[in-house]
Nanobody, 114 residues
Framework: QVQLVESGGGLVQAGGSLRLSCVAS????????MGWYRQVPGKTRDFVAA???????HYVDSVKGRFTIARDNAKNTVYLQMNSLKPEDTAVYYC????????WGQGIQDTVSA
């Protein structure tokens, strides 16, 4: 059974940086797209960034130029480097991997104080 475990969240001041990691394990063979969504209470889970198996990257407009997504296929790991953080980036961040369907991590809280 595929499991995804996120790490690297926390509390940071506006303008600071955080680096999220997500490791997939348990039956991961050939992962397709990997990426991140985020969710604030009472709102939908929204797309943040994704990286294809070939390395193509996609970002929501609000994070372009500030966030960088990368993956290490040998380690089944996806990363999200978040720089110049803003209070509106505060959310629970979820990683996913697509292998015929989406598998999700449990979520990790990132809080950006003003």
């Amino acid at each position: 059974q595929v499991q995804l475990v996120e790490s690297g969240g926390g509390l940071v001041q506006a303008g600071g940086s955080l680096r999220l990691s997500c490791v997939a394990s348990g039956g991961v063979f050939v992962a397709g797209s990997m990426g991140w969504y985020r969710q604030v209470p009472g709102k939908t889970r929204d797309f943040v960034a994704a990286v294809s198996s070939g390395g193509s990257t996609h970002y929501v407009d609000s994070v372009k130029g500030r966030f960088t997504i990368a993956r290490d296929n040998a380690k089944n790991t996806v990363y999200l480097q978040m720089n110049s953080l803003k209070p509106e980036d505060t959310a629970v961040y979820y990683c996913y991997v697509y292998m015929g369907s989406n598998y999700w991590g449990q979520g990790i809280q990132d809080t950006v104080s003003a």
